[in-house]
């Protein structure tokens, strides 16, 4: 079993830059893939990025790319979700995930261990 914890949510002017990071508690840490995920007030919860678990291999999706960059630190059990240029649009609540599968894990409601999730606001 893995718990999740994230935190760094907050508010931030666009343009502005904020780090979240989730905390992972458990063992087996670097075999699995980890994710970013986000949900905004009346929408679905859409993907943001992924990291496979020794961090060679990173996925975007195209709202986030050039901005977002996702790592890891497994000597940590922590995954990061840098976010700079923060759009009006970014505005959500941020969710990591853990699943064994990275192709899983990348189905938005397919990850096997979630966090309970970070809100994250941007004033325009």
């Known amino acids: 079993q893995v718990q999740l914890v994230e935190s760094g949510g907050g508010l931030v002017q666009a343009g502005g830059s904020l780090r979240l990071s989730c905390a992972a508690s458990?063992?087996?840490?670097?075999?699995?893939?980890m994710g970013w995920f986000r949900q905004a007030p009346g929408k679905e919860r859409e993907f943001v990025a992924d990291?496979?678990?020794?961090?060679?291999?990173?996925y975007y999706a195209d709202s986030v790319k050039g901005r977002f960059t996702i790592s890891r630190d497994n000597a940590k059990n922590t995954v990061y979700l840098q976010m700079n240029s923060l759009k009006a649009e970014d505005t959500a609540v941020y969710y990591c995930?853990?699943?064994?599968?990275?192709?899983?894990?990348?189905?938005?409601?397919?990850?096997?261990?979630w966090g309970q999730g970070t809100q994250v606001t941007v004033s325009s």
């Open positions: 995930a853990a699943d064994k599968s990275m192709q899983r894990l990348r189905q938005v409601g397919h990850g096997d261990y």
């Open positions: 458990g063992r087996a840490f670097s075999t699995y893939a």
């Open positions: 990291i496979s678990g020794l961090g060679g291999i990173t």
